[in-house]
Structure formats: structure tokens, C-alpha cells
T-cell receptor
Framework: EAGVTQSPTHLIKTRGQQATLRCSPISGHTSVYWYQQALGLGLQFLLWYDEGEERNRGNFPPRFSGRQFPNYSSELNVNALELEDSALYLCASSLGPRRETQYFGPGTRLLVL | EDQVTQSPEALRLQEGESSSLNCSYT??????LFWYRQDPGKGPEFLFT???AGEEKEKERLKATLTKKESFLHITAPKPEDSATYLCAVQAPSTDKLIFGTGTRLQVFP
């Protein structure tokens, strides 16, 4: 069974540009979560989507946004990139909300110059 | 405020030298506690989920235990391939987000 996949693996942007990151969950999983892991810091929760709806967001500015498509894949958009947005962005999926284990993808390494 | 603290930050072990990693948490109404392993530059790999105090889970050389305030990840006779950062996370009842600790970086030398 295929795991969570993310694309691209690496992304280089300049300050002020927009970045789009993509995630495909494990087959049968309806919930998708996005986390940011900056160098030397722990994983910080960004967004949670379930059944196409945004269910919760972390303490990040509105320029971090996303959506979930009917096939449950998801997209994270980061507008007006800042240098401190450089991080590993991780996507996770679960069977659904409530006590379900989250399985992570390999991540997208975003570098903002 | 929900919080997860892991100790030690780093641990160096000789191959075969057993030890334990600690994860203490403060959360109102724990929904679940999760252990992950993360290799450099990769996504976290799921290890265990624990739901209630007294619960234990085992997998190869790893054993996770849970009390009302903390969890331990016991590593028995570790091998160099066990070298990684071990992450602990809790799931709060009001949201589905995971709150992560900063991890314990384990190095096992032959």
C-alpha cells in the first residue's frame, strides 16, 4: 500500500513569491494535516482538512492557506514568502478525525532566498 | 496550555546498552499519545499509539509505556540502525492536531 506522497521534494523561491505544495494521502484516508518543521524547531501544526473542509488551523498568518480536493489530496499555498518560511513542510493523513493515527509523508523542503 | 517535553535532548549509547527516553505532557483530557521516529531530512515514521494509563506497546527492541503524566520509550540492546530522532506527540481532545515535543536525538555506536 502506497504511503503519503508529497511534491515537490525540494522548492526554491525568492522572498515575496508564492509557493504551492501538494500532498496525496494514503488510499482511504479522508483527513489531511500540514505541519511545518523549521530547522532546530519541533513540528508545528498548520492546517487540518477533512472531507474537503478546513477543520482547524494553527497559529500561522493568513498567507498560509490550502484546500482539499474531492479525491482527498491537498494543496498548501504560502503567499508573500518570507525568509523564515524556509522549513520542511510535512503532510500527514489519517482515516478520519478522532483518535486516528496520523501517517506522515517525506516532506517538501522549501528554501526562501 | 497543552505542552510536551522530551528528555534528554540527546543520548549517546554503545551498541547493546539499554536506556529509556522520557516524554512528559500536560494536556486536559489526553486523546492519544504517539511516538514517531525521524531520520534526518525525512518525514516521521509512526511507531506507537497509546491511549490510556497503564497501556504498553512493543515492537522489536522498542517498548512504549504510558502513565497519567508521562510516557517512556524503552530501547533494549540498541543497534546502530536505531540512531534517529524520536518524537513524542499528544492529541488534545478539542482538536485533532498533534502537539509535538522537540525530540530526543539518539546515537548508537558500534
Amino acid at each position: 500500500e502506497a504511503g503519503v506522497t508529497q511534491s515537490p521534494t525540494h522548492l526554491i523561491k525568492t522572498r515575496g513569491q508564492q509557493a504551492t505544495l501538494r500532498c496525496s494521502p494514503i488510499s482511504g484516508h479522508t483527513s489531511v494535516y500540514w505541519y511545518q518543521q523549521a530547522l532546530g524547531l519541533g513540528l508545528q501544526f498548520l492546517l487540518w482538512y477533512d472531507e474537503g473542509e478546513e477543520r482547524n488551523r494553527g497559529n500561522f498568518p493568513p498567507r498560509f492557506s490550502g484546500r482539499q480536493f474531492p479525491n482527498y489530496s491537498s494543496e498548501l499555498n504560502v503567499n508573500a514568502l518570507e525568509l523564515e518560511d524556509s522549513a520542511l513542510y510535512l503532510c500527514a493523513s489519517s482515516l478520519g478525525p478522532r483518535r486516528e493515527t496520523q501517517y506522515f509523508g517525506p516532506g517538501t523542503r522549501l528554501l526562501v532566498l | 496550555e497543552d505542552q510536551v517535553t522530551q528528555s534528554p535532548e540527546a543520548l549517546r549509547l554503545q551498541e547493546g546498552e539499554s536506556s529509556s527516553l522520557n516524554c512528559s505532557y500536560t494536556v486536559s483530557g489526553l486523546r492519544g499519545l504517539f511516538w514517531y521516529r525521524q531520520d534526518p531530512g525525512k518525514g516521521p515514521e509512526f511507531l506507537f499509539t497509546l491511549y490510556s494509563a497503564g497501556e504498553e506497546k512493543e515492537k522489536e527492541r522498542l517498548k512504549a509505556t504510558l502513565t497519567k503524566k508521562e510516557s517512556f520509550l524503552h530501547i533494549t540492546a540498541p543497534k546502530p540502525e536505531d540512531s534517529a530522532t524520536y518524537l513524542c506527540a499528544v492529541q488534545a481532545p478539542s482538536t485533532d492536531k498533534l502537539i509535538f515535543g522537540t525530540g530526543t536525538r539518539l546515537q548508537v555506536f558500534p
